[in-house]
């Protein structure tokens, strides 16, 4: 059964950027017809989709992060990661990594990232 | 692109059915897959719905997904709720270069 769980910094400081990982078990991020896909919920707020990189490497960015958004991944470590640059207090949120497409998501715990100086 | 509209909030009593729909600004709704998504307060989301309207394993059958082209929605049905079943709900679905879009959710409320 597949499993994931993101890590990162919780606090980021303004105009840094914003790194995380998610780790996968029981599954292959380079294997299977998946969206490894990155998920935000600002407090109180609803979902937004960042983005996702399918298993052949290609990724899929929302446009309104693209100019700041990298999704990359790592097949020896079997992880896929985020970077946000120049984040500002608007990009504080829980951020979520999942896998997706034709089957019932499987989600990570989510990992809080607060920015703040 | 696209946007789904989800009702703000709906409300109904235990026992009852609540329907909660996700309407699609333009293109056809059943022209990509529709998910649903279940967010108790402080969880972490959980798929009901998948592909319109596949319910996946241990999703309680009182949860059922529907299309209408009529109105360009797709539709979240809930028999015999339960107080259980009070969360967040939201919809998603894909556009043509297979980008998310998510509905703004739905707030259940049982009571």
């Known amino acids: 059964q597949v499993q994931l769980q993101e890590s990162g910094p919780g606090l980021v400081k303004p105009s840094q950027t914003l790194s995380l990982t998610c780790t996968v078990s029981g599954g292959s991020v380079s294997r299977g017809d998946y969206h490894w896909s990155w998920i935000r919920q600002s407090p109180g707020k609803g979902l937004e989709w960042i983005g996702y990189?399918?298993?052949?490497?290609?990724?899929y960015y929302n446009p309104s992060l693209r100019s700041r958004l990298s999704i990359s991944q790592d097949t020896s470590k079997n992880q896929f990661s985020l970077k946000l640059s120049s984040v500002t207090a608007a990009d504080t949120a829980v951020y979520y990594c999942?896998?997706?497409?034709?089957?019932?998501?499987?989600w990570g715990k989510g990992t809080t990232v607060t920015v703040s100086s | 692109n696209f946007m789904l509209t989800q009702p703000h909030s709906v409300s109904e009593s235990p026992g009852k059915t609540v329907t909660i729909s996700c309407t699609r600004s333009s293109g056809s709704i059943g022209s990509n897959y529709v998910q649903w998504f279940q967010q108790r307060p402080g969880s972490v989301p959980t798929s009901v719905i998948y592909n319109d309207n596949q319910r996946p394993s241990g999703v309680p059958d009182r949860f059922s997904g529907s299309l209408d082209t009529s109105s360009n929605s797709a539709s979240l049905t809930i028999s015999g709720l339960k107080t259980e079943d009070e969360a967040d709900y939201y919809c998603?679905?894909?556009?043509?270069?297979?980008?998310?879009?998510f509905g703004g959710g739905t707030k259940l409320t049982v009571l």
């Open positions: 990189i399918y298993y052949s490497g290609s990724t």
């Open positions: 998603q679905s894909y556009d043509s270069s297979n980008r998310w879009v």
């Open positions: 999942a896998r997706c497409w034709s089957s019932p998501c499987v």
